[in-house]
């Protein structure tokens, strides 16, 4: 069968819960050369937010150096959406808090996510932002940053490698694809969910509608293979940098 001018007749709202029918409505337009893809709605907004993360830049100490080492060019994490980092938090999707936190610094942390658009993410990198580090006995040193605000990935270290980060920021990405969106952290609040005061993202959390977010996951290891890779890729572009030069050399 060819199809070369494919119309859709208008599908009643029963029918999309028939999947034969769609099935057979889709092979018919492949037949005819004409590409389709079935999803939801959902989905695809999900895909296009967790290859999108803009990171606030927000890096107190050592840990902050293997953030920018990641986003250098031997790890360069924009291969996986993360290119973008903002210094206001009116344009960030999640904080990667990499470095020690004080009692001082506490309330500026919770400020910075409290102006974040939902829904945001947080990501602890380093035993500094998780528990305190080897300060935790210090009187100044919030022991945690989850006291302060919700931590989405743990990523252990002292510091911690640059592939246990990325490997960390993959872990959001496969939380981001699997939220619900449309009526989740961004439905329209009523007169009764107004008066409780709190956020749509709290209101998620409450009534459980499919927000995962809230169960961080912790980077225990990287894979031996994710770490095979990227020294293959370091690899190529040694090579790729020393013919240039024995090029250079011999002109």
């Known amino acids: 069968m060819e199809i070369r001018n494919p119309k859709i007749k208008s599908i009643p709202y029963e029918e999309w819960n028939d999947n034969e029918t769609l099935n057979k409505l889709v092979d018919e337009l492949q037949e005819g050369g004409t590409n389709v893809v079935v999803g939801s709605l959902d989905k695809l907004i999900n895909w296009g937010r967790a290859n999108s993360l803009w990171s606030l830049t927000f890096a107190t100490s050592c ?5 920018m080492a990641c986003g250098c060019s031997r790890y360069d994490f924009a291969r996986f959406g993360f290119e973008v980092t903002r210094n206001s938090p009116r344009q960030a999707d999640l904080i990667m808090c990499a470095g020690t936190i004080t009692h001082k610094m506490a309330p500026a942390l919770k400020r910075l996510y409290d102006e974040m658009a939902e829904p945001k993410y947080v990501i602890a990198v380093g035993g500094c ?30 510091p911690p490698r640059p592939e246990a980060i990325m490997y960390g920021m993959m872990q959001l990405q496969r939380k981001v694809k699997i939220e619900k969106f449309f009526g989740g952290a961004n439905h329209k609040q009523n007169a009764a ?10 209101l998620t959390f409450r009534n459980k509608l499919g927000d995962h977010r809230r169960e961080p996951i912790v980077v225990t290891s990287v894979p031996k293979e994710f770490e095979e890779e990227l020294k293959a890729e370091q690899q190529l572009i040694l090579n790729s940098q020393q013919s240039t030069k024995d090029k250079e050399e011999q002109a």
């Open 63 to 67: 840990c902050g150096i293997e953030f």
């Open 129 to 158: 932002a998780i528990s305190g580090g080897p300060f935790k006995s210090s009187y100044h040193v919030v022991k945690g940053i989850e006291e302060i605000v919700p931590v989405d990935v743990f990523i252990p270290g002292c």
């Open 193 to 202: 969910e107004k008066e409780l005061g709190v956020s749509n993202e709290e």
